[in-house]
Nanobody, 128 residues
């Protein structure tokens, strides 16, 4: 059973940085794409960034491109989301997701609800 555990959220000020972590277990992830999605209050869950575990190819939503960086550590089975230049619009619960047999880009453009594995989420609040 795939398990994803996020950590690293918090309350920060405008312009600050945070790094989120997603520890994955329960399978061999070489054939997976991993992603970070977020859901703000009253809004739909949306894609932020995805990465192909095997080759590290990444894909970003326009709203975060240039500010966020997704990466993975194969030895630790962990995916990271480095978030810089945070703005209040980044306030949301951030979720890690995993999906087997898909590219990073396809995972990003598909509806989030087709991803079978999710973490519990970690809250990020950016104050102005």
């Amino acid at each position: 059973q795939v398990q994803l555990v996020e950590s690293g959220g918090g309350l920060v000020h405008l312009g600050a940085s945070l790094r989120l972590s997603c520890a994955a277990s329960g399978d061999t992830f070489n054939n997976y794409a991993m992603g970070w999605f977020r859901q703000a209050p009253g809004k739909e869950r949306e894609f932020a960034a995805t990465i192909s575990w095997a080759d590290g190819i990444t894909y970003y939503a326009p709203s975060v491109k240039g500010r966020f960086t997704i990466s993975r550590d194969n030895a630790k089975n962990t995916v990271y989301l480095q978030m810089n230049s945070l703005i209040p619009e980044d306030t949301a619960v951030y979720y890690c997701a995993a999906r087997r047999g898909i590219t990073a880009q396809d995972m990003g453009v598909d509806t989030p609800w087709n991803n079978p594995y999710w973490g519990q989420g970690t809250q990020v609040i950016v104050s102005s």
